[in-house]
């Protein structure tokens, strides 16, 4: 009986360290945008010129990157799917997920980009339980957003962008996300 509890324990230590290892992101050399929100799943294909578009004039190096769009409908299963498998750099979600998205350990500190932004956005400064420090961790992107309006959209309800923290274009995710807030 020792011993097959013994045995249960040890595959459960195995199961937990193979599924919480660190790794997540497999490929460096693409940038995962994932919107889970009301956005119609037919725009997908309208990012890739617009993204080119935005990225044209950023001098930022950006070819040798591939940019991955998906568009999904709302969905708490989902974005929690998702956040698990750390493939996606930046989350573009409707506002009623935030309570899911909106976590200090897996995202992205979004400070630089605080300045640019004119609306209130105390719901999404959090404090960073590790250092103690309070970081902005989300923009809203509503009706008035540029995205919104250059894609020629009217959402129902906001959405809010995030970058993960595991993302290893971090610097081209924070211009994407600012020109998707625009002003």
Not at 150 to 158: A, K, N, R, S, V
Request: charged share 25%.
């Amino acid at each position: 009986m020792v011993k097959k509890n013994l045995v249960l324990v040890w595959m459960a230590t195995l199961l937990l360290l193979t599924a919480c290892g660190a790794e997540g992101r497999g490929d460096d050399s693409s940038l995962n945008v994932m919107f889970i929100s009301e956005v119609p799943v037919h725009y997908e294909e309208n990012f890739g010129p617009y993204l080119d578009e935005i990225l044209s004039d950023s001098g930022l190096d950006y070819e040798s990157i591939e940019i991955n769009v998906e568009l999904f409908p709302v969905s708490h299963e989902k974005l929690t799917i998702s956040i698990i498998e750390r493939e996606v750099d930046i989350f573009i979600v409707d506002e009623g997920l935030r309570h899911i998205l909106l976590d200090p350990y897996g995202l992205q500190p979004l400070d630089p980009l605080m300045e640019r932004v004119t609306v209130d956005v105390d719901e999404f400064i959090i404090q960073d339980e590790a250092t103690g420090e309070f970081h902005l961790y989300a923009i809203p992107l509503n009706n008035d957003s540029s995205l919104v309006k250059d894609m020629g959209l009217i959402l129902p309800t906001p959405m809010i962008g995030a970058i993960t923290k595991d993302s290893p274009h971090t610097e081209l995710a924070l211009y994407l996300l600012q020109e998707f807030y625009g002003n």
